[in-house]
């Protein structure tokens, strides 16, 4: 019989994912000052605010299919087989979100009082109809590249959208656009993606464009299978995101703004994680499938090494550059005091260092324990948000969400024992603690180069890569010079 079998090459595919992952980030940061140029932090708040209610939509719309898609379709599967789940889920995923997006369309006006409290929002929430629809059908094509392994053209997708991105919010912009025009261009972007990578897979040969679906029978037991995972994906969503909403529904889209715009600047550890996890979760479930557990472990500890060595050094400098950048390079009101960026960063560096904590509990738990965990953490966040930031404002989200991400990552580690793996076997400890002490180090040093240095985009170049050489120096030395012991932790 005719099977399709994953493509594995590490090296070419962590190699494409780090390229798109930091195009993706530069692309953010290139928008971020001419958005704040050229429209202002309310703005800026509605963007982050429709982005936000969005992805809540997403989450349902998805029906759960991306853990299914990942889970199901890795490994050695006929091709007539997948090509009719992946027709399916296609087909599935496009009825769920053409009815969801609709909400944006019908009820423009109460969700404009509720979350956005800006007269000229309506049309720009209607437009998060698009935004929804062609998001959600995108996902299921790059769940899919994910689960064939297919990460250079996973990687390349969204590299060209990043490119036509900037390129077309700075034209927009500097022509007297405006968010809407932005907005539009996102849409359409998507439509291109979806698109493009359709052609890629008809064109490889990966699946077959005519044939049968699934019964209704399977379709309904899909959709059942996943309802537990799109309420767990949605309490995740609402933890990493759900302090915009309330920020938005208690203060005001300007407020919105100054915390997205922090939390824009911290997602390059997201980055950093990104290419490791996007492919750790197939590959784990790869070995699971194929009952190699012991494969499983040692190349958990090998991608939450390489997080490691970059994101710890990484959170330092954030947390001591994050704030003075952003002032520099927006206005004022955007750098926020050292503690409110530490929970800020803390939150989103414990959110990715557990990755593969949550990735092990969705291959062998089920749902529904899942969706118990989450959905307490959910709502522990939300309660927490609504009682103290009006009192405590942005620190209270800040706070909040660091607090909830912990709490979540202890609960799925009590998970870990009925799986017959060790938590310890997941990481290495033995390495990690000096990524850690290296990159105390490096803080010091600073630290100490930000008190005696005047902060300018030059000082801020030459800083940075002082500082990422003290941290490898002082990294190398703790393996006694010899670069093998440094490199073969992440490589082997």
């Not at 034209?171 to 359409?188: C, K």
């Not at 909403?245 to 407020?255: C, R």
């Not at 990104?274 to 009952?291: E, I, Q, R, V």
């Not at 390489?306 to 004022?332: D, E, M, Q, R, V």
């Amino acid at each position: 019989m005719n099977f399709r079998i994953p493509n594995i090459k590490h090296s070419t595919n962590l190699i494409s994912r780090f390229a798109s992952e930091f195009i993706n980030r530069v692309s953010s940061f290139i928008v971020f000052p001419l958005m704040i140029k050229y429209l202002s932090a309310e703005a800026y708040g509605v963007n982050t605010q429709i982005q936000t209610l969005s992805s809540y939509l997403l989450t349902l719309a998805g029906l759960g299919l991306g853990f299914y898609v990942i889970r199901e379709y890795s490994g050695k599967i006929e091709i007539k087989v997948l090509s009719r789940r992946y027709r399916s889920s296609i087909l599935l995923v496009g009825i769920s979100s053409t009815i969801l997006g609709s909400f944006f369309l019908i009820f423009t006006n109460q969700i404009n009082q509720f979350f956005f409290k800006v007269d000229w929002a309506n049309s720009i929430i209607q437009w998060g109809a698009g935004l929804v629809i062609f998001s959600a059908l995108e996902q299921v094509i790059r769940d899919f590249l994910r689960a064939r392994l297919r990460m250079v053209a996973y990687s390349i997708s969204q590299i060209v959208q990043a490119i036509i991105y900037i390129f077309g919010v700075y034209a927009i912009l500097t022509s007297g656009g405006n968010l809407l025009q932005l907005i539009q261009l996102t849409v359409f972007l998507r439509v291109l993606s979806c698109l493009g990578m359709e052609i890629y897979l008809l064109i490889i040969g990966e699946i077959e464009f005519w044939g049968e679906f699934n019964t209704l029978q399977e379709q309904l037991n899909i959709a059942r299978w996943g309802l537990p995972i799109v309420a767990s994906t949605l309490s995740v969503t609402f933890i990493s995101t759900g302090d915009r909403a309330i920020l938005g529904a208690l203060t005001n889209s300007t407020s919105v703004g100054v915390y997205g715009a922090s939390y824009q600047l911290a997602n390059i550890i997201l980055a950093v994680g990104a290419p490791f996890w996007s492919m750790l979760y197939p590959l784990m479930a790869t070995f699971k499938n194929s009952g190699d557990p012991a494969g499983l472990s040692k190349v958990s500890r090998k991608y939450s090494n390489a997080f490691c060595i970059l994101g710890i050094p990484i959170f330092f400098g954030l947390l001591l550059i994050g704030s003075p950048t952003l002032g520099y390079f927006g206005k004022n009101v955007f750098a926020l005091p050292l503690h409110i960026s530490l929970f800020i960063l803390l939150g989103i560096f414990i959110s990715q260092f557990c990755a593969p904590v949550l990735y092990l509990a969705y291959i062998y738990q089920t749902p529904k324990t899942i969706f118990l965990i989450t959905t307490i953490c959910a709502l522990v966040n939300s309660g927490l948000n609504i009682l103290l930031i009006p009192y405590l404002g942005i620190f209270a989200a800040a706070l909040n969400t660091t607090f909830t991400y912990a709490l979540m990552d202890l609960l799925l580690i009590r998970l870990v024992p009925s799986t017959g793996i060790k938590e310890k076997d997941l990481y290495d400890y033995i390495n990690i603690s000096k990524y850690l002490v290296s990159g105390t180090i490096m803080a010091i040093f600073l630290g100490i180069a930000l008190q005696v240095i005047p902060f300018n985009l030059f000082t801020l170049l030459m800083m940075v890569g002082c500082s990422a050489i003290v941290y490898f120096v002082v990294l190398l030395a703790m393996n006694k010079f010899k670069f093998t012991e440094l490199t073969n932790p992440i490589l082997k």
